[in-house]
Nanobody, 127 residues
């Protein structure tokens, strides 16, 4: 069983930054790509970014390109989503998730391609 535990959310002013963490249990973290999603109030969960299993390749949704980065430390079993130049419309609960298939090529934005999810961490950006 894999557990993903997120931390680092909070309240920040527009233009500010936050670094989230997603700690994974188990010994297979380094074999799987990871995704980062968010759910804003009243909206569906949406894709934000993804990183491949080795951390050498990333992919971002257009609205966060240049502002958000995703990285990982496989030795620490931890994913690090980082957000800067935050906007009020970035307010959401943020989730990390593990790809369903190990060592998969390419990136997936569909939630169905991810099998384990963190509990989510709230990020609120004030104007």
């Amino acid at each position: 069983q894999v557990q993903l535990v997120e931390s680092g959310g909070g309240l920040v002013q527009a233009g500010g930054s936050l670094r989230l963490s997603c700690a994974a249990s188990g010994r297979t973290f380094s074999s799987y790509g990871m995704g980062w999603f968010r759910r804003a109030p009243g909206k569906e969960r949406e894709f934000v970014a993804a990183i491949n299993w080795s951390g050498t390749s990333t992919y971002y949704e257009d609205s966060v390109k240049g502002r958000f980065t995703i990285s990982r430390d496989n030795a620490k079993n931890t994913l690090y989503p980082q957000m800067s130049s935050l906007k009020p419309e970035d307010t959401a609960v943020y989730y990390c998730a593990r790809r369903r298939v190990s060592a998969a090529l390419g990136f997936q934005t569909n939630t169905n391609e991810y099998d384990y999810w963190g509990q989510g961490t709230q990020v609120t950006v004030s104007s």
